[in-house]
């Protein structure tokens, strides 16, 4: 069974920096989409970051400009969060398996998900 446990979330203020982990385990492919995505308060979620687990070419939204990473180790998807600003604010998840092909955080729908790490951040 998919399992996707995240880690790494919470607190900090305005310009500082979180790495998230997302440990991931019996995905039932060989290639796949990998992503994160994240849900603020009273906001629908939102795509952050793709990347395919083999030939990554990840893919940002525009809202992160250049201040995300996205990256994997082994069985491990990273996000590397720098600069954060409060508007950040959110629960992060991350997912992975496109059934629909597109691996890109605008269009993806991912089938297995994570339940999430919250990360805040204070101005």
């Known amino acids: 069974q998919v399992q996707l446990v995240e880690s790494g979330g919470g607190s900090v203020q305005a310009g500082g920096s979180l790495r998230l982990s997302c440990a991931i385990s019996a995905v039932p492919y060989t290639r796949y989409c990998m992503a994160w995505f994240r849900q603020a308060p009273g906001k629908e979620r939102e795509g952050v970051a793709t990347?395919?687990?083999?030939?990554?070419s990840p893919v940002y939204a525009d809202f992160v400009k250049r201040r995300f990473t996205v990256s994997q180790d082994r069985n491990t998807l990273y996000l590397q969060m720098n600069n954060l600003k409060p508007e950040d604010t959110a629960m992060y998840y991350c997912a992975v398996v496109s059934p629909s092909g597109w691996c890109r955080p605008d269009l993806a729908d991912f089938k297995y998900w994570g339940q999430g790490t919250q990360v805040t951040v204070s101005s």
């Open positions: 990347m395919y687990n083999i030939d990554p």
